[in-house]
């Protein structure tokens, strides 16, 4: 009963690790490569973090946000066109984050406090901001050359004396302070636990076993991109939001506020929680995130047009159903998402290492997402038929 209840609990993480593992076979060990190890999080830092903020929209009720790839599009656009006129990375970059806040303020607005449904309401934001930017950029394809703002978002941390061979030490260095935190953390907040009497999910054992697959990946992860070229600069922007966004859903009143909402919105209201003030958190955020994800998106790239971020959004809302939010709403985590991001990056990378053209990556895409949302909406009517 034990195993059974440890692979429920971690069934996405073993479903990470058996699909990379599956992967690695089929391509002979290429996607074992440093290089392809380190871009597995850098070609979807746009995913990771936009997947933050949709989960919370899908929090409130099972509601998305179709406008997001057309944020992206806008956002891209409005800062490409401000490094080609010579203005310094350092205020563009926080011109567009407060243009993606505005957005967000916009549509949160309208969800939050008119009522309009928000399928509506990003439908119509998707078309808008798609063709404002290309509006702004006429419609052209703008090269970025602003070697500032590529470090901001694409630069790699070297070390002086650590990191000047071919082994950026710094890296794995980092990676075993992490996998030491990691442990202490997940270990102290279970001691805290037994200290107030609360019944613990799983056993020592299933604890232990846990902690050393993580931290196993952690290292594993930091010793590949060591012999790459270090951490990036782009890892820890998806970190600090990660971060951010996990410390918001899991210890603060307001991410508790999201799930209740979700879980019952007239209820929740009831209760004395600001419902319309969640709804507009909810899209406000997700926007920003869009912004954010839009500037990771330009550097990386390196230059902007109109179709930039088109299908962004069907990226960031599988995540979220693959890494198990509910399509009703009220359940769902950050590391979920997350995972989610990541198993569709490994598929993708996956996917192209082998030769497999893009019209069946979509296909492939569609199936997995189809039954991520079978097996939740199954369980879920399971469950609510065995408390019958």
């Known amino acids: 009963m034990e195993i059974k209840t440890v692979i429920k609990k971690n069934s996405l993480l073993i479903s990470l690790i058996i699909l990379f593992c599956f992967f690695s076979l089929i391509t002979g060990g290429r996607m074992l490569a440093p290089q392809n190890i380190s871009n597995l999080i850098l070609q979807n830092s746009y995913v990771l973090i936009m997947a933050c903020g949709m989960l919370l929209c899908i929090l409130t009720g099972g509601n998305v946000d179709l406008s997001v790839g057309a944020v992206v599009c806008l956002v891209a656009a409005a800062a490409a066109k401000l490094l080609e006129k010579g203005a310094s990375s350092f205020a563009v970059i926080p011109l567009c984050l407060l243009l993606s806040l505005i957005i967000g303020a916009w549509q949160g607005f309208w969800i939050g406090y008119i009522g309009i449904p928000s399928f509506i309401c990003t439908l119509a ?3 808008m901001f798609r063709g404002f930017g290309r509006e702004i950029i006429e419609s052209q394809t703008v090269l970025i050359n602003n070697r500032e703002f590529f470090d901001i978002f694409t630069a790699y941390i070297s070390v002086p004396g650590i990191d ?3 082994v950026k030490w710094s890296a794995f260095i980092t990676g075993v302070i992490l996998s030491f935190l990691v442990a202490a ?9 037994i200290r107030k009497g609360y019944e613990q999910p799983n056993s020592l054992k299933a604890g232990i076993a846990k ?8 290292l594993a992860y930091s010793w590949k991109i060591a012999h790459f070229r270090g951490i990036s600069v782009m ?5 600090v939001v990660v971060g951010f966004y996990y410390y ?3 210890k603060s009143l307001t991410g508790r506020h999201f799930y209740a909402v979700g879980g019952n919105a007239r209820t929740a209201e009831l209760s004395g929680i600001n419902t319309k003030k969640i709804y507009f958190l909810a899209y406000t955020s997700m926007a920003f995130l869009a912004g954010l994800s839009s500037l990771t998106v330009a550097a990386r790239v390196g230059s902007v047009n109109g179709d930039l971020g088109n299908s962004f959004e069907m990226d960031a809302i599988g995540a979220c159903f693959i ?3 509910s399509a009703y709403g009220g359940s769902g985590s950050i590391f979920g998402a997350v995972a989610g991001a990541l198993l569709l990056g490994i598929i993708n990378q996956g996917m192209s290492i082998i030769g497999i053209g893009n019209n069946w990556q979509f296909v492939i895409k569609g199936v997995i997402l189809m039954f991520a949302v079978i097996i939740e909406s199954v369980g879920s009517q399971w469950g609510r038929f065995q408390c019958r």
Do not use: E, N, P, Q
Request: proline residues 0%; charged residues 10%.
């Open 323 to 325: 890494g198990g939010a």
């Open 185 to 193: 953390c997940i270990l102290y907040y279970r001691l805290m636990k």
């Open 211 to 218: 902690v050393i697959a993580v931290d196993a990946i952690i």
């Open 235 to 239: 890892l820890l922007w998806v970190v």
């Open 248 to 250: 918001l859903t899991t």
């Open 125 to 127: 934001g998707m078309f």
């Open 164 to 166: 000047s061979g071919d």
